[in-house]
């Protein structure tokens, strides 16, 4: 319709009046025009486009290249491109001077809008969490529903170091988390997980930082963690005792953190997915020649198991593929540490659910303790780690597992093994593990 009348118009007597307002082209906005307003639609492009109907260079169909209508018909920009190409630069960049001098900045003095943060800068937190001094004494009647806090460890591991710096990866990796609800929590859209916002609530939810460990001493450092811990135990949240999840760090640190939710809350039913089992009696790894040597993370549940922290037949390995040291000894020494294993292979068979069945009739309303060595996924999807095995789960799986678990009563968890300078450019690693912690504070929030 547009076209014939165009057509019309452009041929013959209307011709002078097409000069001026072509179609009222002037009054016409295209979809650049709308969105960036004068900067493109300006009294020289306006012009331009009637010089180019009344040339007939550019008919009524062509002309939606300005006006976005019926773009059924190829236009010859080869040959307009040649023929205007000086003018329409001219057009543009005189639009372009008159339109920037518009741009209206705040007064020199006024910082109002600078007191946000966003996804790339600021001191990172993670998920941008508040933060205070979570040790000082003096601050102790301060509420902590949840507390996260970093154990930036790593002499405890026998073959890839690095887990001192997992924390800070991790932080790095949750900076996009920000809040909203997400649709793939919880192991179906029924889920209530799938309602929930664990970043908006009413629950005061703390970074509280890292525990300074020495590199220097292992005793010391670990006590150190111990005492960390324990601080963070002495708040309480709004809603009953504080819950701690911990950023390794290699994994001998569960066993401090073990030792501080033991105190709080009672034997614990421990969910351990990992790819080695950890209850190694120091005598067939590491240990034998100095007690010192004996405490590392291949060895730091047998130590749990020894000390009463473990609930003896509620404790399960999950995702184990790591050969057993001593083959008549390590699985017989395990079952006395207290635990059942999933292999890595099991999922194939008996699926996710299979798993969290099992999990559910293991633990029941006992408080449970999860601990996440990240190395239990496929190092395709985690190769930043200390041990790792093929042949492991992959991110989602882990993580369609662990959502799985809402109604359990996680009073607290770690996530350890992510070695930063192994990992991808990417992050791939410290990224699983900001997905994991971020799992754990939906089942923590939901059962709070
Ligand atoms: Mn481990």
Request: proline share 4%; with cysteine.
């Amino acid at each position: 319709m547009l076209r014939s009348i165009v057509f019309i118009i452009c041929s013959g007597a209307a011709l002078a009046s097409v000069i001026q307002d072509p179609i009222g082209l002037a009054s016409k906005k295209s979809f650049i025009d709308e969105i960036y307003g004068e900067l493109v639609d300006t009294q020289d492009s306006r012009t331009h486009k009637a010089h180019l109907l009344q040339s007939n260079l550019v008919t009524a169909s062509q002309n939606n290249v300005f006006e976005n209508i019926e773009p059924e018909t190829h236009l010859l920009f080869s040959q307009l491109e040649s023929q205007y190409q000086e003018s329409l630069r001219r057009s543009a960049h005189n639009g372009y001077l008159r339109s920037r001098s518009k741009v209206k900045f705040p007064d020199d003095d006024d910082t109002s809008d600078l007191d946000g943060i966003n996804m790339f800068g600021g001191i990172v937190t993670y998920a941008g969490f508040p933060t205070f001094n979570c040790f000082d004494k003096s601050q102790f009647d301060k509420n902590i529903d949840i507390a996260i806090v970093g154990a930036p460890f790593d002499t405890g591991v026998s073959y890839r170091p690095g887990a001192r710096f997992g924390p800070d990866a991790i932080r790095s990796g949750a900076r996009r988390l920000k809040g909203g609800v997400n649709p793939a929590r919880g192991n179906s859209r029924n889920s209530p997980l799938a309602k929930l916002d664990p970043y908006r609530t009413d629950l005061s939810i703390i970074d509280c930082g890292d525990v300074p460990m020495t590199p220097f001493d292992n005793r010391i450092a670990l006590n150190q963690l111990y005492r960390g811990e324990r601080a963070i135990h002495a708040h309480s949240g709004k809603k009953g005792a504080t819950r701690v999840i911990t950023m390794g760090g290699d994994h001998t640190i569960t066993l401090m953190a073990l030792r501080a939710a033991y105190e709080k809350y009672g034997k614990l039913a421990v969910l351990h997915f990992d790819s080695h089992i950890d209850t190694w009696n120091p005598k067939v790894l590491g240990g034998g020649i100095t007690d010192y040597m004996s405490l590392n993370h291949g060895t730091f549940l047998h130590y749990a198991a020894e000390q009463g922290y473990l609930a003896k037949d509620h404790c399960l390995h999950l995702g184990i593929r790591a050969p057993y040291v001593d083959n008549k000894y390590d699985e017989k020494h395990d079952r006395e540490c207290g635990f059942d294993l999933f292999t890595a292979r099991d999922i194939d068979s008996i699926g996710t659910k299979g798993i969290v069945d099992k999990v559910k009739s293991v633990v029941g309303n006992m408080p449970v303790y999860i601990s996440v060595d990240i190395d239990v996924l496929d190092p395709s999807h985690a190769p930043g780690t200390g041990t790792m095995e093929v042949g492991g789960w992959t991110t989602r799986e882990l993580l369609t597992i662990l959502d799985s678990l809402d109604g359990l009563h996680v009073v607290g968890a770690d996530v350890v093994e992510v070695s930063p300078p192994f990992d991808s450019n990417s992050e791939i690693t410290s990224l699983a593990a900001t997905a994991v912690i971020d799992s754990i504070l939906g089942l923590m929030v939901y059962d709070i």
